[in-house]
């Protein structure tokens, strides 16, 4: 299954990047997208349950508005912080705990903590706890208050 | 005013807005005082003057093939960007680099 | 209006080269790299609308590709001491 579903992946990828049309084209990319396929499809969809890996993507793409509105506020806060004269910042480390479980939810919530507010991910643990470096105390507090975990656990599943 | 000009007048606020966030991003670089804050500028601001220097293009071209490819980098840049940063605070906390607190000298 | 855009890019590069040639610690230095690489990315899909050559699109996608691939491998050889 993961297998058929890389290939079409490969194959839809090759097209969009070469847009030509003619019959050897298309062979060369029907065999270059089988032959990546068979030595990578378990990067891509690394569970065995590959419909939990679609409902994700469908669930992610639900959760990206919200994360766009968090990357505009992330840089006026930022342009506000670097252009101020007086460099108004006070870097100090946090450690948040988290119940996510999945490899993906752990890198979709380290991305995500990087791209909002004040925060960059400095280390990310397979338990879920997280290593935060904050540029001050205001904006990281949003972090704290756990908006964000609540919001990738629902992305992630009950399920496995 | 007809179609064309409103769309070139919105490329042009586009690319001065992502021209003005790479600067920022470049002078945050050499502004703050350590490795860790900047992370920062180099994360945010940076992925996201490029993200709209990248949509002014889009715009400019209208709907072509060209457009697709141009969606493909801006996806690989919101992925990729926040990663190579997280794998450098990476190496430098297992390195044993100390972040710098309110009053030091700056490094 | 491209062309100025480059300009602008090509300045922010020389102001980030700064940091790279001061820069105390080697992570500096990367990070600045990487920024300085990124703004070539932007710069080569520029060029390709200067020079009215929409092939460039090509060249930019390979080289943030590659670009990533530099600092994952410094971040690799950083904490394990190879690169394998």
């Known amino acids: 299954m993961s297998f058929i579903l890389t290939s079409i992946v490969m194959f839809v990828f090759w097209m969009l990047i070469s847009g030509e049309t003619g019959v050897i084209f298309i062979i060369s990319a029907i065999v270059a997208s089988l032959f990546v396929s068979f030595i990578s499809h378990d990067l891509l969809f690394p569970n065995k349950n590959t419909t939990l890996s679609l409902k994700r993507l469908l669930r992610l793409l639900k959760y990206s508005p919200w994360l766009v509105w968090q990357i505009v506020l992330a840089n006026l806060d930022l342009i506000y912080r670097t252009l101020h004269p007086s460099l108004p910042i006070e870097p100090h480390m946090i450690e948040i705990e988290t119940d996510l479980k999945s490899d993906t939810g752990i890198t979709i919530l380290a991305n995500s903590i990087t791209l909002t507010p004040g925060t960059v991910t400095v280390q990310a643990r397979k338990d879920g706890s997280f290593l935060v470096h904050a540029i001050a105390h205001g904006p990281a507090n949003g972090l704290l208050k756990g908006t964000m975990q609540a919001k990738i656990k629902a992305i992630e599943g009950d399920e496995a | 005013m007809d179609h064309s000009s409103i769309a070139i007048i919105i490329v042009g606020i586009l690319l001065f807005l992502g021209c003005f966030l790479i600067f920022v991003a470049s002078v945050g670089i050499v502004r703050f005082p350590d490795f860790y804050s900047r992370l920062h500028p180099a994360g945010k601001t940076d992925s996201m003057g490029q993200a709209m220097i990248l949509v002014s293009l889009m715009i400019y071209e209208g709907f072509t093939l060209a457009t697709i490819k141009l969606i493909i980098i801006v996806l690989f840049i919101f992925i990729v960007n926040p990663t190579a940063t997280h794998a450098l605070a990476n190496a430098a906390h297992a390195g044993g680099v100390v972040p710098w607190r309110k009053g030091e000298k700056k490094r | ?84």
């Open chain 3, 1 to 84: 209006m491209f062309y100025w855009a480059a300009i602008i890019i090509i300045l922010c590069a020389m102001l980030v080269l700064y940091r790279a040639i001061k820069g105390p610690i080697i992570c500096d230095r990367v990070l600045a790299i990487n920024a300085i690489g990124t703004k070539a990315v932007i710069l080569i899909a520029l060029s390709g609308y200067i020079f009215e050559r929409p092939h460039f699109l090509d060249i930019a996608l390979t080289y943030a590709l590659i670009n990533f691939i530099a600092t994952i491998a410094f971040q690799k050889y950083r904490e394990m001491g190879r690169l394998d």
